[in-house]
């Protein structure tokens, strides 16, 4: 039953992240439901305020009748609670379903235990805990976001092969172009996957840009941006369109990133310059780093940040440049 039950949660957790643009700031939540070693019904959470995942995989089942005789299997425990939706748990006892197979507890406060406790008090067979590390791993920033009451940090920047990240230059002056088309798409790509995007006041002025998702297909992040010394014109491409962008005047990050909590943003991606990105290296706010490596030498310029000592990260190549990944497991 062990090697069964794995093998329905890792179909779970394959649902799960179809949902990684939309369920934000609600986590990744995938649901199978198998009768007599046969799957029945398939859900995942796609979209925050939509039905959840428990509750598509029931709508999907074609014989509802069989529900009685059947295994439900999700990543994420059962809510308990009313919020946009009514409770899974409830629905889950409704349906009659007898034996739930739940990968991991929910952190958040409102739940955190709760509807694997009211299953259990209407008689039905839970087991917890089923590929529990890989079904955290699924919500670490939804567990970041609970836990350390702040958003999941994911510092991003592209260097030269000589460890330069641009060339040293005067407002007005072109950057130095270390990604290309296709890496940039995968930067944009990780920007419809954050909830948030930060930049300094330096890169607001000399590059200009907009931050925004146009060589992917996902949500448009909130900008945000500091300003601390109230030195950035109003016409900057930041200030433009619809998508919204917040200014702090203070260089505090602990003071920003409690705000974007209270906000409600769930993660955030500081794409700024090498004095913004070491500020917070150097106050260990950080959850991720992604370096993009590109295959050119600029021979002087603006250092990369200085990374952590004693890391271990990633390494893969997209598109002829070589990509490191590095995370930091605090929880």
């Given amino acids: 039953m062990e090697i069964e039950d794995e093998k329905y949660m890792r179909r779970c957790i394959q649902l799960a992240r179809n949902g990684r643009c939309g369920?934000?700031?609600?986590?990744?939540?995938?649901?199978?439901?198998?009768?007599?070693?046969?799957?029945?019904g398939e859900g995942y959470h796609a979209k925050c305020g939509q039905a959840h995942a428990e509750v598509n995989?029931?709508?999907?089942?074609?014989?509802?009748?069989?529900?009685p005789e059947s295994t439900l299997y999700v990543s994420l425990e059962p809510c308990a609670h009313y919020g946009k939706t009514p409770p899974c748990a409830?629905?889950?006892v409704e349906k009659g379903i007898g034996r739930i197979v739940i990968g991991c507890q929910d952190p958040f406060p409102k739940v955190?235990?709760?509807?694997?406790?009211?299953?259990?008090?209407?008689?039905?067979?839970?087991?917890?805990?089923?590929l529990e590390a890989e079904c955290r791993e699924l919500i670490h920033r939804f567990i970041t976001y609970h836990t350390c009451k702040r958003p999941y940090i994911t510092l991003k920047w592209a260097q030269s092969a000589d460890g330069y990240i641009d060339r040293r230059r005067k407002e007005g002056e072109m950057p130095a172009r270390?990604?290309?088309v296709y890496t940039q798409m995968l930067v944009h790509k990780q920007r419809a996957e954050h909830a948030a995007i930060m930049v300094g006041t330096d890169t607001a002025r000399l590059d200009n840009p907009r931050l925004d998702v146009r060589a992917w297909v996902g949500p448009q992040p909130v900008r945000v941006v500091i300003d601390s010394n109230h030195r950035l014109p109003a016409d900057l491409h930041?200030?433009?369109g619809e998508q919204p962008t917040l200014t702090y005047d203070t260089r505090n990050l602990s003071l920003i990133l409690a705000d974007l909590y209270d906000r409600g943003l769930q993660s955030l991606l500081v794409e700024g310059g090498?004095?913004?990105?070491?500020?917070?290296?150097d106050a260990g706010l950080w959850d991720e780093?992604?370096?993009?490596?590109?295959?050119?030498r600029l021979e002087d310029g603006v250092e990369a940040p200085v990374l952590p000592r004693h890391l271990s990260g990633k390494r893969e190549t997209h598109f002829g440049h070589q990509f490191c990944t590095f995370t930091c497991n605090h929880l």
Avoid: T
């Avoid at 995938?30 to 046969?38: L, P």
């Avoid at 995989?57 to 529900?67: C, D, G, H, K, T």
């Avoid at 008689?123 to 089923?130: A, D, I, N």
């Fill in 23 to 40: 369920a934000p700031p609600n986590p990744m939540v995938g649901a199978v439901i198998v009768h007599q070693g046969r799957i029945i």
């Fill in 57 to 67: 995989a029931i709508r999907s089942v074609r014989r509802p009748e069989l529900l």
């Fill in 90 to 92: 409830d629905l889950i």
């Fill in 112 to 130: 955190d235990g709760r509807g694997i406790e009211k299953l259990r008090q209407a008689g039905r067979e839970v087991v917890v805990g089923v």
């Fill in 178 to 180: 270390l990604s290309n």
């Fill in 238 to 240: 930041l200030f433009e």
């Fill in 274 to 281: 090498a004095k913004l990105l070491q500020s917070f290296i």
């Fill in 289 to 296: 780093i992604v370096v993009e490596e590109a295959p050119v």
